[in-house]
């Protein structure tokens, strides 16, 4: 049976949240403007809805998706269809939790960011520790300022230990870590070395444009986020006649949701049915 493993990012661009680092969520969305995202929302499970595929989705909004009660409802809409292996987004867990008891556990996960300038850690662990009542999948994590670095492992410490803390290198500053740096987060994320290279990937065979690939508010297809060329559309073309083995055709790679997708790295045996939603397996129940 075919597996699809897609990635939806819709107009939403606003965000609760202020991080200085962020290239993200600079502009505050009109009401229009939202009512515009959830209409395109709901059409894209509309046709998730009509299709026979197995399918894993990611959101990645430029925004924060889980304050929109249109996103609360989409999401658990869709972890409760057959075809839907996975539902998952990337979130900085501000939301409320309470809807979420309303989803399929097993068909939903989150990918949560904290934020140590926006909110305490005592808040955001008792966050997880909501997640942890409800029984729901996911991830943790931030990026890994070197002068941040007690923060994670704090983090790492009040938080289950079943559950996974990653850590994002900051790659803008050229040779930032030493290597006594790198090997102090790996002991908190053992797949952090992934994270701090940009993957050589031109002509390296890749998932991105095959088995997963990149839907935008249009329906517009794309191998992955950063590859501009459109494939198609999922409203007005035979996905399965754009969808084919390809390799990438950009110099590097440095994302995790790129180069998750490289086949070379065999990272979809570490992560297997968590890829998406960035919990590697030895972490899922």
């Not at 709901?42 to 990645?60: C, M, P």
């Not at 309470?98 to 305490?120: C, E, R, Y």
Request: one cysteine or more.
């Amino acid at each position: 049976m075919t597996n699809w493993s897609i990635l939806y990012r819709g107009p939403l661009s606003s965000c609760n949240y202020g991080c200085t680092y962020c290239p993200f969520a600079k502009t505050k969305n009109t009401r229009a403007e939202l009512a515009d995202d959830a209409v395109r929302l709901q059409k894209f499970v509309t046709w998730v809805k009509s299709r026979s595929e197995q399918i894993s989705i990611l959101f990645t909004p430029w925004g924060e998706g889980l304050i929109r009660k249109y996103y609360q409802e989409a999401m658990t809409e869709l972890s409760h269809l057959p075809q839907v292996k996975k539902v998952s987004i990337q979130t900085n867990l501000s939301c409320s939790t309470k809807w979420m008891d309303k989803v399929n556990k097993n068909a939903f996960a989150l990918w949560t960011t904290f934020h140590p300038t926006q909110i305490s850690l005592d808040k955001f662990v008792s966050k997880c520790a909501q997640l942890d009542a409800l029984d729901i999948q996911y991830s943790v994590g931030f990026v890994a300022f070197k002068e941040e670095l007690d923060i994670l492992e704090a983090l790492r410490d009040r938080i289950t230990p079943k559950r996974y803390v990653w850590a994002n290198a900051y790659k803008r500053v050229a040779d930032y870590y030493t290597e006594k740096d790198i090997l102090r987060v790996e002991k908190v994320d053992p797949l952090f070395r992934y994270n701090t290279v940009y993957h050589n990937s031109l002509g390296k065979s890749c998932q991105a444009g095959h088995t997963s690939f990149t839907i935008d508010g249009n329906g517009d297809i794309r191998s992955c986020h950063f590859i501009d060329t459109v494939l198609g559309n999922i409203y007005t073309d035979e996905i399965e006649q754009v969808l084919a083995p390809k390799t990438c055709v950009n110099t590097t790679c440095g994302c995790h949701i790129g180069y998750v997708h490289l086949d070379e790295l065999n990272l979809y045996e570490t992560y297997a049915d968590g890829i998406l939603e960035r919990i590697p397996s030895v972490y899922q129940e």
